[in-house]
């Protein structure tokens, strides 16, 4: 099926109803920024910025269902310690989630911390059991699953070898759900996948399917080899597996082999992005859609969110914007009018990440625009460049100006790492792209003073801040034409 068929059927996620049983775990990022490194030992010193956290884990599963438009409910089990605490109010706070969390005490909650400075994370500290359930826990857990079975339409065991999922829980929910006609996809972990006979699905990746099944998992031939012994020896259906930055490969017991191209050249964070594919392939299944097209589905939504940072989620507006454009490598599918562009960066605050803008005319791209967008893109999480249009430039430059068209500029720039947005405006200024998207960060470069920067009083007046990026010396658009003309 052709990605742009597929965007067709995007629309009816909304009818998805999925249980997600698994292990939770709350996400924490702390972000900041390394200028010099430690007297007592050799790390740097992160100066910590912010710092925000996010359901991980099964309750990332539930966010990417929620953020295609599906209905989930939540089973899974925390501690009576702080950071349950967290993790049961954030579960109650989402829109579409019915909470299940049972708590049982004495349990240490999973947190994973995250140190971040310049989009490179710089350590991960863990907090965590991966003990088993009670007894008691676990009948509990069991006879809440047998209760939700009957009103979803996928069941995810989304396994994070956190000790929620053990092999007599497994074993229980996938032949409860099994006979009563429900689909169970499984996000796997560890070597034995026994506890998932009779799935439908699994979602493993090159590793996991090589350790599971004791073979090497090189090429296309190799995974498709390991995955039907696994199949047969497990009596699982099919495996859809994940292969980085070479796609996925979907295969199943019998004849069903297909191979399928990464929808991304460009990785920015593979952090959650196997929670992406298990909810996507979820929530198409449950929409009716045949197992070939929720796998493209799927691997389209993998190729969107490896492009974001941290444990992000893929929108139905990412995902329909990816499937229209046919390929996510390409420029057009950062140039968005403003409209779109206002809805992209809601979704991005969704995020919690951080917002900052520059603008101009970007005739001719030399060092000095590299720099600036560079140090732009290092004050914050997602960029947007604001691009002055031929009849912009030509009020502000003469008539000879652009050298180049604005379609040329904003491709040039889209195709850039730093830059995640190109908006086009036509307008003297960017004003009115600044006071629609309220920018976090406000950068020029530093040949302009903080006031005389358009936009600057506007955005710190909520709290936003205005930066003054650095020159790089000899550089300039005007300086390279007369130097052509010469």
Same mark, same amino acid.
Request: glycine share 8%; net charge negative.
């Given at each position: ?11 009816? !996620? ?33 100066? /910590? ?8 884990? *099964? ?12 209905? &989930? ?43 971040? *400075?310049?989009?490179? %994370? ?13 007894? %008691? ?7 809440? *699953? ?8 996928? /069941? ?10 053990? $092999? ?33 699905? /699994?979602?493993?990746?090159?590793? $996991? ?6 073979? +090497? ?8 080899? @390991? ?16 292969? =980085? ?27 959650? @992005? ?23 589905? =799927?691997?389209?939504? &993998? ?8 444990? &992000? ?7 329909? +914007? ?9 420029? $057009? ?17 969704? #995020? ?12 001719? !791209? ?22 002055? =249009?031929?009849?912009? /430039? ?20 889209? =195709?850039? $790492? ?21 920018? #976090? ?7 302009? @003073? ?33 130097? !052509?003309?010469?």
């Amino acid at each position: 099926m052709k990605l742009s068929t597929l965007a067709t059927h995007v629309e009816n !996620l909304a009818r998805a109803r999925v249980l997600c049983v698994g292990d939770i775990m709350l996400d924490r990022f702390v972000y900041g920024h390394v200028e010099r490194t430690s007297p007592e030992a050799p790390v740097p010193v992160l100066r /910590i910025d912010r710092d925000h956290t996010m359901l991980g884990g *099964a309750g990332n599963v539930v966010r990417n269902l929620v953020s295609l438009g599906a209905q &989930a409910v939540l089973l899974s089990v925390v501690g009576d310690d702080a950071v349950g605490h967290t993790l049961t109010n954030m579960v109650g706070d989402e829109e579409r989630v019915d909470p299940c969390l049972l708590v049982q005490p004495g349990r240490t909650s999973t947190q994973k911390t995250r140190f971040v *400075a310049s989009s490179q %994370q710089l350590l991960r500290a863990d907090s965590e059991t991966t003990d088993d359930l009670s007894a %008691q826990t676990i009948e509990s857990l069991l006879r809440m *699953a047998d209760e939700l079975i009957g009103d979803t339409d996928v /069941i995810v065991l989304s396994d994070y070898a956190k000790g929620v999922l053990g $092999e007599a829980v497994c074993r229980h929910i996938i032949e409860r759900s099994r006979a009563a006609g429900k689909i169970v996809v499984v996000d796997p972990k560890g070597r034995d996948f026994e506890r998932y006979r009779g799935a439908n699905v /699994i979602t493993p990746n090159r590793g $996991e399917l090589g350790a599971a099944a004791a073979q +090497h998992v090189e090429t296309s031939a190799d995974i498709t080899a @390991a995955a039907r012994d696994l199949l047969a020896q497990c009596g699982i259906e099919n495996a859809l597996v994940t292969r =980085s930055h070479e796609g996925m490969s979907l295969v199943g017991q019998t004849d069903t082999s297909v191979h399928l191209p990464a929808q991304a050249r460009e990785v920015f964070d593979v952090s959650g @992005a196997g929670d992406t594919v298990v909810a996507t392939l979820a929530a198409a299944l449950a929409a009716g859609m045949d197992l070939e097209s929720a796998a493209a589905l =799927s691997n389209t939504a &993998a190729g969107v969110v490896v492009g974001k940072a941290g444990t &992000a989620v893929v929108h139905t507006s990412d995902l329909l +914007h990816a499937l229209r454009a046919g390929d996510l490598s390409t420029a $057009e599918a950062k140039v968005l009018p403003l409209g779109d562009a206002l809805e992209t960066v809601k979704h991005w605050r969704h #995020d919690n990440l951080s917002i900052g803008f520059t603008n101009g005319c970007f005739d001719l !791209l030399h060092p000095g625009h590299i720099s600036l967008l560079r140090q732009s893109r290092a004050r914050c999480d997602r960029l947007v460049v604001g691009l002055n =249009s031929d009849n912009s /430039i030509r009020r502000l430059k003469g008539e000879d100006r652009p050298v180049q068209g604005e379609d040329a500029r904003a491709q040039v720039l889209a =195709s850039l $790492e730093t830059v995640d947005l190109v908006v086009i405006f036509d307008e003297d200024t960017p004003i009115n792209l600044i006071e629609t998207l309220r920018p #976090d960060c406000l950068i020029k470069g530093a040949d302009y @003073a903080v006031e005389e920067v358009i936009g600057g009083d506007f955005v710190t007046a909520y709290g936003g801040k205005v930066v003054l990026a650095e020159l790089e010396p000899g550089f300039s658009t005007t300086g390279t034409i007369k130097r !052509l003309r010469a």
